[in-house]
Structure formats: structure tokens, C-alpha cells
T-cell receptor, first 111, second 115 residues
């Protein structure tokens, strides 16, 4: 059974610091990985997707994928209190396989 | 471009009743996914529809069912409601893709409360 694991947190970082969120997965054939942000009571919103090994940067966010070690991470630079949310990691294999979400990591950015 | 829409926003039912939740995907998306998220918990996969067919089903009892219409909209039906069915029900859509690069986009959710 495919699994995606994340530390539930809460992960607390001071404002302006780098927040590092990690995710490990069990399915070696997984091809695509996604990070979603979910504010309390709201629906998840896509932050980034990553398909290839290495880093992918978008503004203050950097996703890192290491398929050999089966982990994917999300770095948030210059963290802001508005970044306080639950971050969900998701994986997907090829067509015919549905998405698998991790339980999420709660991030708290302290002013 | 309009996003995923869901209706109703809130739904209050009593135990034993039936609930029907509706979802319209982003234009051009053929896949619709349903998730249940109980308060404080993670996303639990319910159902996946693509091109009108059920592609996969999560570990939920048969009283959770749904369908996808020719216009790719979808509805989720929950029969014989139980108190523990109270949750946020999320719908997501993605485009059809041969490879794995399709991405899910979520609607705002329907908050179901069972009294």
C-alpha cells in the first residue's frame, strides 16, 4: 500500500526564518509530487509540483526531490505569519493511479 | 478561468437521512476526486471518477456512492447518515493525462453536519 509520511508538527519557526518541511513516500514508481497549503477550515491550494530530481524554485518556495532516497521537501524562505497553515504532501504515479496525500505538517510562524 | 465549484457550502442533516453533494470541475478537466476531511484530520480519499466511470474507491462503506455526468460534473451521495460522517467534503478535478503530470485543484468544500 502506498504511503506518504509527514511529521504532524507543529513546526514553529520565527518570522523571517527558513521553514523546512519534509515528506517521505513508499512507492518507488511515483512520478509526480505536489505540495499543498491548507488554512484551517479552507480547502487545499496548490503551492508547487515537482517531477524531476533536484530543486525547483518559485518565489519564496523551493521544492526538493530525491527519488533515490524517496523524499521530497519544501523550503519556505523569509517565513511570514501568513504562512502558518498545514502543508500537505501528495504523490501520484502514472495514469490510472490516484493521488495519495500525507497527513500534513502544521506550520506556525511566530511574529 | 473558473475554478472547481461545490454546492451547497453547508449542509445540515439528521442521522439516517441522505445527503447529496455536487461538484463542477474546471472546464476541460475530466477527472473528479472526492475526499472526506474530518475536523483536525487529514484527507481521506473517497472516490475518483474519470470519463463517467468510477476509477478507484477508498476504504469507505457502500453507503458512500457517487456518479459523474456527461458534462463531467459529479455528485456524492451519502445514505443512512451517521454522526461520524460530519466533515468537510472536498472535490478536486484534474485534466486527463497519459503521464503523471496532471495536477489536482480543489473546490471550496461542503461542510456536512449530521445531528
Amino acid at each position: 500500500q502506498k504511503e506518504v509520511e509527514q511529521n504532524s508538527g507543529p513546526l514553529s519557526v520565527p518570522e523571517g526564518a527558513i521553514a523546512s518541511l519534509n515528506c517521505t513516500y513508499s512507492d518507488r514508481v511515483s512520478q509526480s509530487f505536489f505540495w499543498y497549503r491548507q488554512y484551517s477550515g479552507k480547502s487545499p491550494e496548490l503551492i508547487m509540483s515537482i517531477y524531476s530530481n533536484g530543486d525547483k524554485e518559485d518565489g519564496r518556495f523551493t521544492a526538493q526531490l530525491n527519488k533515490a532516497s524517496q523524499y521530497v521537501s519544501l523550503l519556505i524562505r523569509d517565513s511570514q505569519p501568513s504562512d502558518s497553515a498545514t502543508y500537505l504532501c501528495a504523490q501520484k504515479g502514472n495514469y490510472g493511479q490516484n493521488f495519495v496525500f500525507g497527513p500534513g505538517t502544521r506550520l506556525s510562524v511566530l511574529p | 478561468e473558473a475554478g472547481v465549484t461545490q454546492s451547497p457550502t453547508h449542509l445540515i442533516k439528521t442521522r439516517g437521512q441522505q445527503a447529496t453533494l455536487r461538484c463542477s470541475p474546471i472546464s476541460g478537466h475530466t477527472s473528479v476526486y472526492w475526499y472526506q476531511q474530518a475536523l483536525g484530520l487529514g484527507l481521506q480519499f473517497l472516490l475518483w471518477y474519470d470519463e463517467g466511470e468510477e476509477r478507484n474507491r477508498g476504504n469507505f462503506p457502500p453507503r458512500f456512492s457517487g456518479r459523474q455526468f456527461p458534462n463531467y460534473s459529479s455528485e456524492l451521495n451519502v445514505n443512512a447518515l451517521e454522526l461520524e460522517d460530519s466533515a468537510l467534503y472536498l472535490c478536486a478535478s484534474s485534466p486527463w493525462a497519459v503521464d503523471s503530470t496532471d495536477t489536482q485543484y480543489f473546490g471550496p468544500g461542503t461542510r456536512l453536519t449530521v445531528l
